[in-house]
């Protein structure tokens, strides 16, 4: 389970190349993936398998690592026959989660590449110049706590690992 970068990672780690390169045969693995507010922007080939169960949890206001390329990335997988499912929060920005919150604050001078798509020809990269990451930036994101996403999350969550952890 990762949020936001750490959600990025989890997508990462849920591929069946980090299986493969870091727990091969006979080793433990992970048995699910929980990615929260991943950026599902950058597209590599590896992204295409998935070792375990995914289930992506993300804000449908989310303004700084968009809802909709999530979807797009869980309906491939899934039409592929991997076992991935998306919950998209309606109203939720980016940190729904945070139990602190209620209200959303705008940062407007973070970078923000809910706009750009990353591609890599392997998920070691290379990365695309840097030049042509920052031509597609823009400033702003908005993050801030959601009570009822939040507690429908700690549902879903629960009800998740209880079926896939049996």
């Known amino acids: 389970m990762g949020f936001s970068h750490g959600g990025t990672l989890t997508l990462n780690a849920a591929t069946l190349w980090a299986k493969e390169t ?8 992970f048995r699910a993936f929980l990615p929260f507010y991943p950026y ?43 076992d991935v499912a998306i919950t998209v929060y309606p109203g939720a920005y980016h940190g729904f ?12 001078g973070v970078d923000n590449g809910a706009t750009c798509v990353v591609r890599m020809p392997s998920i ?24 009822r996403a939040l507690e429908q999350a700690h549902t879903n969550v629960r009800a998740q690992l209880a079926a896939l952890l049996k």
């Open 22 to 29: 870091y727990a091969p045969a006979g080793q433990l693995a």
């Open 40 to 82: 599902c922007n950058t597209v590599y080939p590896e992204r295409d398998h998935v070792s375990a169960p995914v289930r992506i949890h993300i804000g449908g206001a989310d303004d700084w690592t968009p809802a909709a390329s999530c979807v797009s990335l869980a309906e491939s997988l899934k039409a592929a026959g991997y």
């Open 97 to 108: 989660d945070n139990p602190w919150g209620g209200g959303y604050v705008r940062l407007p």
């Open 124 to 147: 070691l990269g290379p990365s695309p110049p840097r030049a042509e990451i920052n031509a597609c930036l823009t400033k702003g994101a908005t993050i801030g706590g959601d009570r």
